[in-house]
């Protein structure tokens, strides 16, 4: 167990505290903007709702998806909005290039030669899941009570669902803006390593102390991407820069207003749709 960071959920309250405090200065870089906090504030809400915060989610009716090039990904076929792509397309060609004539160390396992190990989530999908995992447990929990008539059916019923809707949400809105929800439904995020998001000690020793570890964060704001200051592998485009508009304007999406909406749709529309059905 490492003596500063957090590497397993089963320490006290109080050591997860102090060793994510530690971990949180070690990985301030100032000089770098585009490190960012996605965990703090409306940045944890990124890619997820509109500038008034009403919830929002990818709908590529008009602006599509495209696959990352079999070669650099990792596993299976994986995909993000179009830009994203020719974003993260120089970046990496960036780093081969750097790799080869020896500006940066041509053997760290993740910042060398970048591969993609997550991108876009469907949210439709991810709700529905979580949602039919909700009702299963509901039933289960029912299935185990006793009652004489409808009416104590309903009482138990509705003391379940007011308990549960506390920390589970219901709606499609109410799990977009939800922590069950990853910023990967968005279709700006990309993930170049297969970690545990929990493992604060990999984060220091795989990332940040990198010899190549300024050398990503300075290649990304180039590029226009943002890097998740608690996930150092996770890649967020940066629609409000002018580095990712000088992208996404190849898909006459000139403008950050644009991108917002011709690529996303409300999420209560969806839900109401589907609520007859549930």
């Not at 998806?65 to 990792?74: M, R, W």
């Not at 910023?183 to 990999?202: K, M, P, Q, W």
């Not at 190849?250 to 749709?273: C, H, M, P, Q, W």
Request: aromatic residues 16%; charged residues 25%.
């Amino acid at each position: 167990m490492s003596k500063f960071y957090v590497e397993t959920e089963d320490e006290t309250s109080l050591t997860l505290f102090e060793k994510r405090n530690i971990y949180d200065f070690q990985s301030v870089n100032e000089e770098y903007k585009n490190l960012v906090d996605f965990n703090f504030g409306e940045k944890f809400l990124y890619g997820r709702v509109k500038r008034n915060f009403i919830p929002m989610y990818f709908n590529n009716n008009f602006v599509q998806l495209k696959s990352f090039a079999p070669t650099n990904v990792q596993n299976t076929p994986l995909s993000a909005i179009n830009f994203v792509v020719d974003m993260f397309e120089r970046l990496r060609t960036q780093f081969l290039k750097c790799s080869a004539i020896g500006t940066i160390s041509p053997d760290d396992p993740f910042l060398s030669s970048l591969k993609i190990f997550k991108a876009y989530q469907n949210p439709v999908d991810l709700h529905n899941s979580f949602l039919q995992t909700y009702l299963n447990s509901l039933a289960s929990q029912l299935k185990q009570m006793k009652y004489k008539n409808l009416q104590e059916f309903m009482i138990k019923l509705e003391a379940l669902l007011r308990d549960g809707t506390k920390l589970y949400p219901i709606t499609f809105s109410g799990f977009v803006k939800s922590r069950f929800c990853p910023i990967t439904v968005s279709g700006l995020a990309i993930e170049i390593a297969d970690a545990e998001y929990f493992n604060d000690n990999r984060k220091i020793e795989e990332f940040i102390n990198s010899p190549n570890w300024e050398f990503y964060l300075n290649a990304c704001r180039t590029y226009g991407f943002m890097v998740d200051k608690l996930v150092p592998w996770r890649l967020v485009a940066d629609i409000g820069s002018s580095q990712c508009l000088e992208y996404s304007k190849a898909y006459n999406l000139d403008t950050t207003d644009s991108i917002l909406s011709l690529g996303y749709e409300r999420t209560d529309l969806v839900f109401f749709k589907k609520l007859k059905f549930i």
